[in-house]
């Protein structure tokens, strides 16, 4: 992809490369039934791990980190020595498009933002071969959170997420692929801006003045600023949805 460069150079300067926030993590978190004192917990798409230390120090498990940028996954550590979660996290660097471990290994996987590079349908699939019996899934997935989005959001997806669908399909998606859905919440805009957005737009000024000759770079900080700007115009139309499920 042209340009991925520029997007991971800013995303390493936020403390999270998509919506989320500590709360809306440990509200999941908690919705899942005590089943097993130190879970084995797989973070997939983890990124720089906001989410994977929330879960650290929430669940007393042991939680894998898979990313597939070594510089996300080197934040993340860092971060997890000044929380003092370190040893509760092991990071890999792969792409969850390549992972090897054996079937039923996890008790719970997580994915915030993340299952989509799988396609939301077939990330599930992946996820029921590695999930222990009766083990748990929680992800967050863009959504749409009407039932009829007017025709200029839906043109705006045709183009940046051409699998968005509203909230009842995915739980369609989710019977289908064997997992009874525990809960299901949207994400509050503040998750979208305060860990997200508006860093976002506190970093672009710099990088816009760092590459005010490149042409690619410029154009991928366009894209940003008018993702931002959609939401802010958009956003009661759709949202990030909190997907938690047992497999059965
Ligand atoms: C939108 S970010 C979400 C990161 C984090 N979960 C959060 O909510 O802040 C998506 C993450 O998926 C990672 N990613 C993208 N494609 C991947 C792949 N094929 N394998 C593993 N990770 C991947 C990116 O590096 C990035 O960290």
Redesign the pocket.
Known sequence: MEGIEYI?EL?EALP?????DNESTKRAFNSIPKFQPTPFIL??????????IELAKVSNGEVIA????QP?LDILMEQAKKYRVAEKITPKN?????MDFEEKTFDIIW????LY??GFQNGLKRCHQLLRNKGYLAV?ELVYTVSDPPPQVVEYFEDEYPDIKNIGENIETIKEERFSLISNFTLPESSWLN??YLPIENELPRLIKKYQENEVALTVFEGFRNEVDFYRKCSRFYGYEFFIMEKI
Do not use: K, V, W
């Open positions: 991971y995303c999270r490369s998509g919506p989320g973070d997939i798409g983890c990124g720089q791990g906001m989410q994977t898979l990313d597939n940028h996300f792969i792409s969850m498009l390549d994915s915030e933002g993340a590079f799988m967050t860990n997200y």
